[in-house]
């Protein structure tokens, strides 16, 4: 321990070593911290606030990472990845988080995953409580998912894709045209996320229907170090739900991702996800202090 130094993130030179660190401590539970997609995702999208990363802080045990205090969305949400066998820099990862992570209207929140015993300690001493909670699914590739896709629709060939209407699909998908009006066709963001070091678009899936539109898009961040089938974004335009589309996606991602050596992929916290076999896997927790 006495070698450990810690200092403040750089994004233009760190995030490749953080990636690594996150794959080596990955476990399905997510009791290490997140698995690497899930920052990968965060830094190349369009909603996440990339002005305050600097804020990000590292500890370092002659060079290999131990520890991450990182932000996702919003900016006072606060992570914590830590390498076993570094449970004494909990505390002192905590007491950094506390003083100087943003905040937003002076409130600070920690998200924490079960296994995180050694943080979980540690903000409790600093006076943080559970508020509340959820569960995402995983689903077992030892499971079968085989869920057809619906008349008047097809995948688009994966070689073949137009990132603007992917874009538009995801506009769409993710009803934004109820608070942000019509698609604007400005898809310089989805150039920006799927030329992300790791997203594997030819492994994404996309629908569309007999007129040419992207109806569905299920996102792939394949992460063959941890088997791991990790799946950002979901979703269907609103007029197309209910069909099985969304179904149908994932199920092609189990046909095309088992092959190559996955054995699960990630889900949500919702009631869809189980009714097709998704089980409880990953549990959030979200701790507050009392103002």
């Known amino acids: 321990m006495a070698k450990i130094i810690s200092r403040n993130f750089r994004v233009l030179c760190d995030f490749m070593d953080v990636y690594q ?9 997510w009791r290490n911290g997140v698995p690497a997609p899930f920052l990968e995702y965060a830094l190349s999208s369009d909603w996440m606030d ?13 060079g290999c990472i131990a520890g991450l205090v990182f932000y996702e969305n919003p900016v006072n949400d ?32 920690f998200v924490i995953f079960d296994g995180q015993n ?33 008349d008047g629709f097809h995948f688009v060939d994966s070689k073949k894709f137009s990132v603007e209407k992917i874009a538009e699909c995801c506009w ?14 400005d898809a310089e963001y989805g150039y920006y996320e799927l030329m992300a070091p790791h997203m594997h678009p030819e492994d994404s899936v996309i629908i569309e229907n007999d007129q040419g539109e992207y109806v569905c898009y299920a996102g792939m961040w394949w992460t063959p170090e941890n ?3 990790y799946m950002e974004p ?9 069909k099985g589309l969304a179904t ?15 054995t699960h992929m990630t889900g949500g916290g919702n009631a869809f996800y189980e009714k097709i076999g998704f089980k409880p896997m990953v549990h959030w927790t979200f701790w507050e202090k009392n103002s």
């Open 248 to 262: 149908a996606a994932l199920s092609e991602h189990y046909r095309r991702l088992k092959p190559l050596g996955a």
């Open 172 to 185: 769409k998908g993710f009803d934004h045209e109820k608070e942000e009006g019509p698609w604007n066709g």
């Open 21 to 29: 660190f996150m794959i080596d401590i990955y476990e399905k539970d």
């Open 78 to 109: 606060v992570y914590f990845s830590l390498r076993p066998g570094y449970e004494k820099l909990a505390d002192e990862m905590v007491s950094y988080a506390v003083s100087s992570m943003p905040r937003v209207d002076g409130n600070l929140r």
């Open 227 to 229: 088997h791991l089938a």
């Open 50 to 62: 990339k002005s305050l990363v600097h804020r990000w802080k590292l500890w370092e045990d002659d």
């Open 118 to 150: 050694a943080v979980k300690e540690a903000i409790t001493k600093a006076g943080f409580r559970q508020s509340s909670g959820f569960t995402e699914n995983v689903f077992d590739f030892e499971q079968s998912l085989n869920y057809p896709l619906p």
């Open 234 to 242: 979901l979703c269907t335009i609103p007029k197309y739900r209910k």
